[in-house]
């Protein structure tokens, strides 16, 4: 009995590397061929983008966001803000900052959202719009700033993110296709950039919760997304930085109230796109945004465990679409083996496997043996990432070269134990508590006056 249960641990611990192994290799096959839109030779003309960023109590962050605007080196583009009732100095910040003017418009599509209480446009940049609503959450608010928007291409931001001044013309250029209706982007750790004669360059002189984040980063959009949006899979557009057709948006009926309205609405869009022939969601790994990741345990904690009640919340809801289809679409038989069952179920078993084999097996050499594929295969991972993260000129300097490595020896050892216990926690909470999650805080910190004072 002992060795029927050994050789299935075996047969799982497998099946848990394939998948690493799989994205390593199709991250890397995607570097060798340069995308069209990084082929064009004659300059394009600018297509109009909304920006829409929903805000509720970001009174500490939103000086940052409001300046980062000025960096766009883009002209056809409208900016909204999206107020959602914030009952902190959010909107009276975006007052004195921005000078708004009162305008008279209205909803041009029939989304659901609450209600308005006005519409304002700056008169310091005529690009950019206030939405004052009263609070209905963060999909809430996303759907009121579709409905207000004037332009065919979507973009939506977290307030803590800010756009890299050449993300717009990149995405300008691979919109060109007109079969591709959504895309997400990579997005880097604010926290993690440093302003040098002019531009923002990486540095990992941060906490070491911070520099746990940014490998992670790393290793997840340049690897995991960029191998998914290759096989046809990606489940999850970013809600930090995501790319949307106007019209797509208002077909597949806008974004879900939910935990997880970042998941909900990419399966939304990659079923519209299944029901149609040649459409495509892809990843556009050079257009990059910067967003703040938690500056605490707890606060990582709450942000990891509403992540993950986010991804069962989704699993339950679409389970049925997903089963039935699941040999057949690339998008369910990733979702259900590579997330679901290596990413979730497989976490119960691990755990549970190893602790009989720590008090109750006598082959404690399968235990150094499980232990030792595991480092290596997920070093190997995390280096990848790096690697290929400089293909895409996020070159960190030689001593940051060295202690990113050391970060990602260090993640196998004890972040990744952290996320383990976020993964089994939050998919217990969601079956007890799935409404229960709060807005992770911000950290406060003033972006624009500590990156500008680094190197002046």
């Not at 060798?32 to 064009?40: H, R, S």
């Not at 809430?140 to 307030?159: F, K, P, R, W």
């Not at 293909?391 to 960190?396: K, L, M, T």
């Not at 992770?440 to 990156?451: D, F, L, M, P």
Request: proline share 2%; aromatic share 14%.
């Amino acid at each position: 009995m002992e060795n029927i249960s050994n050789v299935w641990m075996f047969i799982i611990f497998i099946i848990c590397l394939i998948f690493p192994v799989y994205h390593m290799i199709h991250a890397l096959l995607i570097i060798i061929k340069k995308p069209y839109y990084q082929k064009a030779k004659r300059v394009l003309s600018e297509k109009p983008i909304s920006i829409l960023v929903p805000c509720y109590n970001e009174e500490s962050i939103i000086k940052t966001t409001i300046l980062g605007i000025d960096r766009l080196n883009y002209k056809n583009y409208e900016y909204i803000l999206i107020n959602d009732g914030s009952n902190d100095h959010t909107f009276e910040i975006m007052e004195q900052l921005l000078d708004l003017e009162i305008q008279k418009s209205g909803a041009n599509c029939n989304l659901e959202f609450s209600a308005v209480k006005g519409v304002y446009r700056s008169k310091r940049n005529p690009n950019v719009i206030v939405i004052d609503k009263f609070n209905g959450g963060k999909a809430d608010a996303l759907n009121a700033g579709i409905s207000y928007s004037s332009n065919e291409l979507i973009i939506t931001l977290d307030a803590d993110s800010i756009l890299d001044e050449k993300a717009l013309s990149i995405i300008n250029c691979a919109f060109v296709d007109p079969n591709l209706i959504a895309a997400g982007g990579t997005v880097h750790v604010l926290q993690g950039r440093r302003f040098k004669h002019g531009s923002l360059i990486p540095t990992l002189n941060v906490k070491s919760i911070v520099k746990f984040q940014i490998a992670e980063y790393l290793r997840g959009f340049y690897i995991y997304k960029a191998s998914l949006a290759k096989a046809n899979a990606l489940s999850i557009i970013s809600g930090a930085f995501g790319v949307f057709k106007k019209d797509v948006l208002i077909k597949v009926g806008g974004y879900r109230k939910t935990i997880g309205e970042d998941i909900d609405i990419t399966l939304k869009v990659q079923h519209y796109k299944n029901q149609r022939v040649g459409l495509k969601v892809a990843y556009i790994p050079e257009a990059i945004c910067y967003t703040e990741v938690p500056e605490t345990w707890k606060g990582l904690y709450n942000q990891r465990i509403r992540w993950q009640k986010a991804f069962i919340d989704c699993t339950v809801l679409y389970l049925k679409d997903f089963m039935s289809t699941l040999l057949k679409s690339p998008l369910s038989f990733f979702f259900m083996i590579d997330a679901l069952f290596v990413g979730v179920i497989c976490s119960f078993i691990t755990v549970i496997s190893f602790i009989l084999l720590i008090f109750f097996s006598e082959n404690a050499h399968y235990l150094f043996f499980f232990l030792t594929l595991y480092v290596v295969t997920n070093f190997l991972y995390n280096l990848v990432g790096v690697i290929i993260s400089y293909y895409y000129r996020n070159s960190f300097g030689k001593r940051d070269f060295l202690n990113i490595l050391m970060v990602n020896l260090f993640d196998l050892i004890a972040f990744r134990l952290f996320t383990l216990f976020c993964t089994l926690s939050g998919t217990i909470q969601y079956f007890v508590n799935k409404e229960g999650w709060n807005k992770v805080a911000r950290t406060g910190r003033k972006y624009h006056i500590e990156q500008e004072g680094e190197f002046m």
